[in-house]
């Protein structure tokens, strides 16, 4: 048996690094972080080799005076502290690990020249060995240079991943961190290519969060965003979301900022899916950048060695803050689809792209049949309005400025329903529209009658993990309103003696464990939620106008009155929009009007 | 092989046999019937857990065996003029099986017989004869409750056990899904007493009801704890069991539910199928309000509107209200045939039995809804 002994300084070190620093994406996080905290307007980052072989990050910052230089690559030794509570935290770092931790895995040197001393300061460490500080030139500022990360530590080197793939995760977490401080000027360059060249972004705080969004984003992304902004106890959220016609089939675009710090709660994240609910299909995911401010003690952030995850005093509050807000902002925008497949449509008209009848007559043809052809183009002379046979008053014709979605005007294909808007063209989907005023109206008759609950012949017992039977069990009375009714049975199980009658014969089973750990991690009943919702989308699909239907007009004016009035109207069940809009200028465009 | 046969010998036969073969199968040879020519016809067809056989009387002119496509056979036989006389050659040697009635003739492409999976196993030491109408009643009045929920495969199909001790012996059939439970009783047949309980498959079921359909001979049943074959008229059908153990029902079948209505069997379905037009729900809640003399079925829906319809009941006491899936109470009152209903209650939740006062071998379990 080998005796015990305590480890050597450097392995400490190195040890620590593994936490910290676990990849070149990690390495540029920690100094783009203290960048930030040094109060910089504008930062540089240059990568080499996926960031292995260099790390830049060049920053206006207060810079470190000389003789601090050695502290700052100690262990534990932090200027971001001002007392030794750990409680109100307002930098991004505040550990004292990133820089010992990056030097015990790398070649690392610090320049330095706070604004107004003389020359700057330059420290070498290289492991154990430290070089300087010795004068420099440099710029105002710090400039922090990391080489041959991982070298020493070939365990590590072994499982980072292709080059092209750690470069891609250093972008990210300049683009998250970028998006967090939209004031903050962002320039990330890699084997010298400009990957990123974010301007400071001027403006309201929203505003400019606005701009980074879609300067990051894409611009495409503008129309489609909707701002959000709530307060509640003194927790502030803020922040744009995707229109739910707008969400991408990847997660990568929810940006998730508290307190300034980009995290990847998974409270937040789950409050975010919560809020889309079954605006959603399955697997598409919102594009969201939702700020969240709130007093530093109220909120821990030394949860996670990364510190991308915090815990906060009061998730409930948090939680319902996120989920009640953004539900309203997106119920505010229900009418509206995605800019973005208007704009697709739009291209699809563009003149020349496909074959018209009415194309000028060819001048190689006789001037006879030109004219006839001329003439055999020309749009009918309108009929004369036929009185209906029985003389049946026509339904008032609505004024097409009186509604959003404007006056029909016709039917396409039996299945598209053509209106006329204030200022544009509206295109309906029958079917889709119709399912999701079906889908609503279930569902406002499930909430006010109260879900029927099917009694067992046979109660189900099920194992639960530590924990999830508690956190089950507290919520009894809930489980009960949505129509499960569940007991304890033993330690670690329940007994489910009623489940919600329209979910047939399902076995509960597996919905009360899936329940169990949605209620153990995040608090929520969604997945309850989600799956009486998602009987109630089969049951609207079923029931609802399909394509190919004809329509009379003042059949199709009841249902675009209907979409007004439901929330939610701008997308069916499915995910996909019920409707789009051509502005008046849109089609202007497309003859060269404008 | 060559010989000839009625077509409508062979199309009823064929008929029953070609219901197993399923239309999209990996296994080419499961898409096909067996054909052996021997004394008479015989067909045989199987999807590996079920499988049919069929004889009818043929000319045979050679002795032999083949199979050929089912589903195409049972085609062509069926698209043949009636009172027509099929002849089926197989030249020896021959991957073709040759077709011909009157002036038609088809040429069908034919799998070796011995890739066709051997039935058989092990010896089923239980034998007994059941009267058909014995069979049918356990079948017809239990197949309701199967569950379809495939996750508890166990409750995919009727329980068949020998149930009580000495003279009062009787065979049961019982389903259920977890909702609603259907127990049958017949009088045990000679020779069923050491019959293994056993849960026969719901493909099975309807295969065997259809097998029964008609005949008046008693079946025959030849049953292990993991196969069955029954033998009725000139057919044969062979079904694994489910391999699983059905649940105790008994501990959850009340049996001093004190609160008991009877009510006229007919009029309550029709009043029940009535209210629950307006629960356009899935679940279809309907509610029944007891008290002295009367019943009162009504469903209300946010959507719909309201219904309710008074019926004369037998009731003492105070009132009592329940509510029930209004599928589940029709499935049920469907399966009896006696002018009355007895619905023994003990409250809102709790496991309510009903009962045919004319026919004793018919109980019937079923779950409140709360509504």
Redesign the interface.
């Known amino acids: 048996m080998p005796a015990i002994r305590v480890l050597p300084e450097e392995v400490v070190n190195r040890i620590a690094a593994g936490e910290v620093v676990e990849r070149p994406a990690s390495a540029v996080k920690e100094l783009v972080e203290n960048a930030l905290d040094a109060g910089a307007r504008r930062i540089g980052v240059t990568l080499a080799g996926g960031g292995r072989g260099l790390i830049l990050v060049e920053d206006d910052g207060c810079g470190i005076p000389a003789e601090e230089l050695p502290l700052a690559v100690r262990r534990h030794a932090t200027s971001k502290l001002a007392d030794d509570t750990l409680v109100r935290i307002a930098t991004l770092g505040f550990r004292g690990e990133a820089l010992p931790s990056i030097a015990a895995v790398a070649r690392l040197a610090i320049t330095s020249r706070p604004p107004g001393a003389d020359s700057a300061f330059t420290l070498v460490v290289e492991g154990e060995r430290v070089e300087g500080p010795r004068p420099s030139a440099g710029r105002p500022g710090t400039r922090v240079e990391v080489r041959d990360l991982f070298r020493r530590t070939p365990a590590r080197l072994k499982f980072l991943r292709s080059e092209r793939a750690e470069l891609q995760a250093a972008l990210e977490v300049v683009e998250r961190l970028a998006l967090a401080r939209p004031e903050v000027g962002f320039v990330l360059e890699a084997e010298g290519r400009r990957l990123l060249d974010l301007a400071p972004a001027e403006g309201e705080r929203l505003e400019r969060t606005a701009r980074r969004a879609i300067a990051l984003l894409g611009r495409d992304l503008a129309r489609d965003l909707v701002e959000v902004e709530a307060e509640r106890d003194g927790i502030r959220l803020f922040g744009l979301l995707g229109l739910p016609t707008a969400a991408r089939s990847d997660p990568g675009a929810q940006f998730l900022v508290v307190n300034g710090r980009p995290v990847q709660d998974r409270l937040l994240k789950s409050a975010l899916k919560a809020a889309y609910g079954d605006l959603l299909a399955a697997g598409r995911h919102p594009v969201a950048a939702l700020f969240l401010e709130l007093p530093p003690e109220r909120v821990d952030v030394n949860v996670h060695p990364a510190k991308i995850e915090v815990r906060f005093a009061d998730p409930g509050t948090v939680r319902g803050l996120v989920i009640g807000s953004l539900r309203r902002a997106l119920a505010e925008h229900g009418q509206r689809t995605a800019g973005r497949i208007a704009t697709a449509a739009l291209g699809t008209f563009r003149p020349g792209s496909t074959t018209f009848a009415g194309r000028p007559p060819s001048p190689s043809l006789p001037r006879g049949l030109a004219e006839t052809a001329a003439a055999f183009q020309a749009p009918l002379a309108p009929l004369p309005p036929a009185a209906p046979p029985g003389a049946v008053e026509p339904p008032a014709e609505p004024d097409p400025a009186a509604y959003p979605l404007g006056a029909a005007r016709a039917q396409l294909h039996d299945s598209y329903i053509l209106a006329q808007t204030a200022d544009g063209l509206v295109i309906v989907d029958q079917h889709a529209a119709h399912e999701r005023i079906v889908f609503e109206k279930l569902k406002a008759g499930l909430a006010e009658g109260g879900v029927a609950r099917q009694v067992l012949l046979l109660p189900e017992v099920v194992e639960l993990g530590p924990g999830e039977r508690e956190a089950l069990l507290e919520r009894t009375d809930e489980l009960l309103a949505l129509g499960l009714a569940i007991e304890p049975f033993g330690p670690g199980a329940v007994l489910v003696r009623e489940v919600p009658a329209v979910l047939g014969e399902r076995p509960s089973g597996e919905l009360v464990r899936a329940l169990a750990k949605e209620l153990a991690s995040l608090g929520s009943l969604f997945t309850l939620e989600a799956a009486i919702g998602r009987v109630a989308a089969t049951a609207a699909c079923h029931g609802s106008v399909r394509a190919g239907r004809r329509l009379s007009l003042a059949e199709m004016d009841a249902l675009l009155r209907q979409m007004e009035r439901t929330p939610g109207a701008g997308q069916c069940n499915h995910g996909r929009p019920t409707w789009i809009e051509l502005k008046r200028a849109d089609i202007e465009r497309l003859f060269a009007r404008r | 092989m060559k010989l000839a046969i009625e077509r409508a010998a062979l199309l009823r036969s064929l008929g029953h046999v070609q219901n197993v073969v399923e239309r999209r199968t990996t296994i080419p040879i499961l898409n096909n019937v067996k054909l052996v020519g021997g004394d008479g016809l015989e067909l045989v067809a199987t999807d590996l857990d079920l499988t049919l056989l069929a004889r009818e009387p043929a000319e045979v002119g050679r002795r032999g065996a083949t199979t050929v496509p089912a589903h195409t056979l049972f085609d062509i036989v069926r698209k043949l003029p009636e009172g027509a006389t099929v002849t089926l050659e197989q030249q020896p040697g021959s991957a073709e099986l040759e077709l011909r009635a009157g002036r038609s003739r088809f040429v069908l492409p034919t799998l070796p017989v011995d890739d066709f999976p051997a039935i058989g196993g092990e010896e089923l030491e239980v034998r007994f004869e059941i009267a058909p109408g014995d069979l049918v009643k356990l079948i017809d009045k239990a197949r309701f409750a199967i569950?379809?929920?495939e996750?508890?495969y166990y409750l995919n199909g009727i329980h068949f056990h020998v149930a009580g001790a000495g003279a009062t012996r009787t065979l049961r059939g019982v389903a259920?899904?977890?909702?609603?439970?259907a127990r049958i009783e017949v009088a045990l047949p000679p020779g069923a007493e050491r019959m293994p309980p056993v849960i026969v498959p719901r493909k099975t079921v309807g295969e065997l009801r259809k097998l029964v359909e008609g005949v008046e001979e008693p079946v025959r049943v030849a049953v292990s704890a993991s196969r069955i074959e029954l033998t009725a008229g000139g057919a044969r059908l062979l079904s694994r069991l489910i391999d699983g153990t059905f649940?105790d029902y008994e501990r959850?079948i009340p049996t001093n539910n004190e609160r008991i209505a009877v009510l006229a069997t007919k009029a309550f379905a029709e009043a029940v199928d009535r209210v629950a037009t307006i629960s356009m729900?899935?679940?279809r809640?309907i509610k029944l309000a007891f008290e002295t003399g009367r019943v009162t079925v009504s469903a209300?829906?946010?959507?719909q509107g309201r219904a309710e319809e008074e019926l004369d009941c037998v009731w003492q006491g105070e009132p009592l209200e329940i509510?029930f899936?209004a599928r589940y109470v029709l499935d049920m009152v469907a399966q009896v045939e006696g002018p009355e209903l007895r619905i023994e209650m003990a409250n809102a939740?709790?496991?309510t039995v009903v009962k045919d006062p004319a026919d004793p071998a018919l109980l019937f379990?079923l779950?409140?809804?709360?509504?």
């Open positions: 569950s379809t929920e996750t508890r259920t899904d977890g909702h609603r439970l649940p959850v729900e899935k679940a809640p209300v829906s946010p959507e509510g899936n939740a709790a496991p379990v779950m409140p809804m709360r509504v």
